[in-house]
């Protein structure tokens, strides 16, 4: 039976998550600063008749009276290690029965609910302990959503599997405050995203010091440059470290490694992953750690996953992504589909029509529309849309750039401006 | 610090966060940065970093929570209560 989960990092989720898995259940992530719209047609369409929700959102459950809730408290405030009596729940699995689904995307017009087995996932995490030669004497620092593949795979999974240490943060805390945590329980192994990256370099360029504790960092998620990964490595003064993944594999494919760290590649396929460039550039990956399919699209599954995403290897076999085969834009880690974004945004406000672009790291509109629609269109569309897929910015222009096959123009279309 | 040097920088500083969002400077003072601009971890976590160095205070760790800071009303609030602690502390 598929469980739905909703909730911020806590003890409890975790405990939440591995209880349902010890139940022989399946855990439904869903993030919590989803609108509750799209948390109700998630659960619907997962067949999810069970909710597990953190009660400080009970308030905003209205749209979930059809299902069976059940609140839980939240007990243990944050910083702090994740105790022995929840690790004691994990119990490593194989088998091919359903673990979890994640949601890469969150509009419900392209939603897509992964759904990956004990298979999946445990591969996965050894093939990560293998390049991590992580083990009991390291300690991980959760400061990322577990509804991310990569946080619950990639460092929950791995840090339960190699018996290392569990430090959960707040999420929203500056870099003096995470530098502080980092040190009192001594972390070892940092993993953030590319925004993260840059704060904590800034703090630690700025102090003149970070953690000694901190043996290796990683980041994903998101393009890095290589002038962004060398300051993170100088001011650091220990390796960090580019990965690459996709949930679909399980999520993670390549690392950088002490041997294959060049630039801003994303290193070389990790253990048990394959990896091929086709002709259009586009990454295909054969992996034990393969998904079992979507909980809502009757797409075959193939031995070889096609990616979307493309690039090249270079001369030494490490992989370099470039971009997209199709307009999927990347934000803090985040999927975000502009075609789906933008048709939510027409038909639930005055805008007639309008472009979804990533400029300068952020995301942005350009709409077509009678009036300047000031700021009720970012509180209209916070309510139908997932947080990070609420353009930072809007934009009224004139016309929406085309191009000569009447498709819409993504990069440098900022249209002219009214 | 005057009241009006605390709102000049306070707003400067919403102001360089929140340019892109379209927003006038002059109704910074009213909008509310979740709801109305969207603030996510990130942004939130600038915004600290920002308002600690501006005003060389340090925000308590039990403070550190997006309700706190989501407008104009309770960011100033909140920088007047440290700015007060800090010069009580400078003066013993």
């Known amino acids: ?418 | 610090m005057e009241r009006n040097d605390i709102k000049e920088k306070i707003i400067d500083i919403l102001d360089r966060l929140f340019s892109d969002a379209g927003v006038d400077r002059d109704i910074l003072e009213y909008v509310d940065l979740i709801d109305d601009l969207g603030m996510d971890s990130i942004n939130f976590i600038s915004l600290i970093i920002e308002l600690e160095s501006t005003f060389d205070i340090q925000i308590p760790d039990d403070w550190l929570l997006m309700e706190k800071f989501q407008n104009y009303t309770l960011i100033y609030s909140a920088v007047e209560e440290l700015l007060q602690i800090k010069e009580k502390k400078d003066n013993e």
């Open chain 1, 1 to 418: 039976m598929r469980i739905g989960l909703i909730g911020h990092n806590s003890v409890e989720y975790i405990q939440k998550w591995l209880q349902i898995w010890n139940n022989n259940d399946s855990a439904v992530l869903l993030n919590p600063d989803m609108p509750f719209s799209v948390v109700s047609s998630i659960l619907n369409e997962s067949n999810v008749e069970k909710l597990l929700i953190e009660d400080t959102l009970l308030t905003r459950s209205d749209n979930l009276s059809s299902f069976e809730i059940i609140p839980y408290q939240i007990k243990h405030q944050m910083p702090c290690t994740l105790p022995e009596s929840v690790r004691e729940l994990y119990e490593p699995r194989y088998d091919e029965s359903e673990a979890v689904v994640i949601y890469s995307s969150g509009t419900t017009g392209r939603c897509k609910g992964v759904s990956l087995s004990h298979r999946a996932i445990s591969n996965n995490a050894d093939s990560i302990i293998d390049y991590m030669a992580s083990s009991d004497r390291d300690v991980f620092y959760l400061n990322k959503k577990l509804t991310h593949s990569s946080t619950l795979v990639g460092e929950l999974l791995v840090a339960l599997k190699s018996g290392s240490g569990i430090l959960l943060s707040p999420l929203a805390v500056p870099p003096r405050v995470a530098f502080r945590n980092i040190i009192d329980h001594n972390v070892s192994i940092l993993c953030c995203n590319p925004s993260l990256l840059k704060m904590y370099s800034d703090e630690a360029e700025r102090t003149g010091s970070f953690p000694e504790s901190v043996r290796t960092v990683y980041t994903s998620g998101d393009m890095i440059s290589a002038k962004e990964i060398e300051r993170a490595r100088t001011v650091f003064k220990c390796p960090v470290f580019n990965v690459y993944g996709q949930t679909e594999c399980g999520p993670r494919i390549t690392a950088q490694t002490h041997d294959y760290c060049h630039g801003n590649s994303v290193g070389k396929p990790i253990k048990n992953v394959e990896i091929r460039i086709e002709d259009n550039n586009e990454i295909i990956v054969k992996t034990n750690a393969l998904f079992s399919g979507y909980t809502n699209r009757e797409i075959p599954v193939e031995e070889w996953h096609r990616t979307g995403d493309t690039g090249y290897l270079d001369e030494n076999g490490e992989l370099h992504i470039t971009g997209r085969t199709d307009n999927m834009i990347i934000v803090d880690s985040h999927n975000i589909y502009p075609e789906a974004v933008e048709q939510l945004i027409i038909e639930n406000t005055e805008v007639k029509d309008c472009v979804v672009f990533k400029e300068n790291d952020k995301l942005v509109c350009s709409y077509k529309a009678d009036n300047e629609l000031g700021t009720d269109i970012i509180k209209t569309m916070r309510t139908k849309l997932l947080p990070y897929e609420v353009p930072r910015s809007f934009r009224r222009v004139n016309e929406i750039p085309m191009n000569k096959n009447g498709k819409k123009i993504r990069n440098n279309c900022q249209g002219e401006q009214r």
